[in-house]
């Protein structure tokens, strides 16, 4: 693991507080947005590879989406 990916970028820290708000798993994200665990982790990671579908499902579940800037 390089040094990079050990840092938590300000939207995981959003969508983990966004998850237990809701009281959410990231499966049922996942499902909502009809992706896999894994694509979903890396689209955490990677905030700008969600498309404007996912971002839609996500304010439709009430995630704040702050974070990234629309």
């Known amino acids: 693991m ?3 990916q050990s840092f938590i970028n300000e939207f995981e820290i959003e969508f983990i507080d966004d998850l237990r708000r809701l009281s959410l798993l990231k499966k049922d994200v996942a499902e909502k947005l009809e992706i896999t ?3 979903l ?3 955490i990671q990677n905030p700008e590879t ?3 579908k996912d971002l ?3 304010k439709e579940l009430e995630f704040k989406l702050e974070s990234i800037n629309l």
Request: net charge positive; glycine share 0%; no cysteine.
């Open 2 to 4: 390089s040094i990079e």
């Open 41 to 43: 982790n890396s689209k």
């Open 37 to 39: 665990m894994p694509t």
């Open 56 to 58: 839609k499902n996500l």
């Open 50 to 52: 969600f498309t404007v």
